[in-house]
Each structure stands twice: as structure tokens, then as C-alpha cells.
């Protein structure tokens, strides 16, 4: 059975730091490009960051450069999503993609 189980998620104030992991099950996750997104209240989906299967092209969007790193670990196929200097802005449910398969999501909330 596939499955895309997200954690790490909590929170966090200003300013802070947290990593989301992204545990990959039933499918070759060394393959797959990789991507995180997320979703604010009220908001639509936002694409965040991607991997390629071997881990060295990484994209991001602009308002996480310097701030965000992606980075996978094929062999235990895991996703991470080291984030640091939160803002408020940050505040979603984070979720992992893997071609047509999606997590459930951690949430993540930046306030003081």
C-alpha cells in the first residue's frame, strides 16, 4: 500500500526553526521527484520546494530561498524540510508529493 506520512510539524514562534520529515511507503521513492507544498487557511495550494530522485537540483519558491532546504534520504526514503526563520506567514498544513501520491499533511504554525 502506498503511502506519504508527514511529521514535524507544531508550534513554533518567530523567528524559530523546525523540520518536517516525510516517510515514503509501498512505492521506489528513490525515483520520484519529490515536492512539498502547502495551504494556509483559506488560501489555495502553494508549491514550495522539489527534489530530484538523485538530491542534487532543489527548487524553491522565492519567499523560502535562504530560509528553507530540502533534502531526501533514499535509502530510509525519507523527505525533509529544514525550516528556519519562521514567520507567520509560514503558517500551513504542509503536505509531501510523490508523482499521483499525496500525504496528509502536518500542520504548522508560526505565532508568537
Known amino acids: 500500500q502506498v503511502r506519504l506520512v508527514e511529521s514535524g510539524g507544531g508550534l513554533v514562534q518567530p523567528g524559530g526553526s523546525l523540520r518536517l520529515s516525510c516517510k515514503g511507503f509501498g512505492f521506489s521513492f528513490e525515483n520520484y521527484w519529490m515536492t512539498w507544498v502547502r495551504q494556509a487557511p483559506g488560501k489555495g495550494l502553494e508549491w514550495v520546494s522539489q527534489?530530484?530522485?538523485?538530491?542534487?537540483?532543489?527548487n524553491y519558491v522565492d519567499s523560502v530561498k535562504g530560509r528553507f532546504t530540502i533534502a531526501r534520504d533514499n535509502a530510509e526514503k525519507i523527505l525533509y524540510l529544514h525550516m528556519n526563520s519562521l514567520k507567520p506567514e509560514d503558517t500551513a498544513m504542509y503536505s509531501c508529493?510523490?508523482?499521483?501520491?499525496w500525504g496528509q499533511g502536518t500542520q504548522v504554525t508560526v505565532s508568537s
Open positions: 527534489i530530484n530522485p538523485g538530491g542534487d537540483v532543489l
Open positions: 508529493n510523490a508523482g499521483v501520491f
